[in-house]
């Protein structure tokens, strides 16, 4: 990666918008894409997008490793990314060896063919929440949104339909409402925990918009 100073940041949640992230860290570049090995994606009980360690009795090709979109985050906006994930009360930072595809011709996917190079990436992880739950309604939203940048990114459809339509499901067509959109506008510029804003759970921070 040429972003000497910067952080390669695995986005495998609701970044993946790449407008999200745009407005989250307007100085952070889309770099390219990244697999983790040796880790399963879920929904938790908060739900938001995590990742959590995969015993090795239970791996499966489908199953035992999750895609991202990478960024090269500035210290600003890493900053900046680290409150807006609520660390270390939400989501702690992992930096862990993935395998990483450096993107090529703007709007062209990556070649996921092509031979990787190992690369540390910084990993937003809840280790406190690692229980399969259902995803807010705004989140669909926002996923959504993430699946469609992701796919046409080069990220597999395979792993799309095995592993995150698992709890994300597809639009079908219906008009979202007013209200999800509105929430799902401002939760992508501006996070907070929709359940302390709902006053449903007690969350120490602001939240995760992973």
């Known amino acids: ?7 390669l940041y695995f986005a495998y949640g609701s970044n993946l918008w790449l407008a999200q992230m745009a407005r989250r860290c307007p100085s952070s570049p889309y ?6 090995h040796g880790y399963y994606w879920l929904i938790n009980s908060r739900g938001y997008a995590n990742v959590a360690k995969l015993p090795n009795t239970l791996e499966t090709p489908d199953t035992s490793h999750v895609w991202a979109l990478t ?6 906006d890493e900053a900046a990314l680290d409150i807006n994930e609520g660390v270390p009360h939400a ?3 992992a930096y862990v060896s993935a395998d990483y595809w450096p993107a090529g011709w703007a709007d062209e996917p990556v070649d996921i063919t092509l031979p990787t190079v190992q690369c540390e990436v910084l990993v937003y992880i809840d280790r406190k929440r690692t229980v399969p739950d ?3 309604k705004e989140y669909v939203y926002r996923m959504n949104r993430g699946v469609a940048d992701a796919l046409a990114c080069g990220v597999p459809e395979t792993y799309v339909e095995r592993v995150i339509r698992g709890f994300i499901p597809a639009e079908d067509g219906k008009e979202v409402g007013e209200e999800v959109l509105t929430l799902a506008g401002r939760q992508a510029g501006n996070f907070r925990d929709a359940r302390e804003a709902e006053a449903r759970i007690e ?8």
Do not use: C, I, W
């Open 203 to 210: 969350v120490k921070s602001t939240g995760s918009g992973e």
């Open 71 to 76: 960024y090269a985050l500035t210290p600003a």
């Open 31 to 36: 770099t390219g894409l990244a697999r983790l």
């Open 91 to 93: 989501y702690e930072k």
């Open 134 to 136: 259902v995803p807010r």
């Open 1 to 7: 990666m040429s972003h000497s100073s910067s952080t």
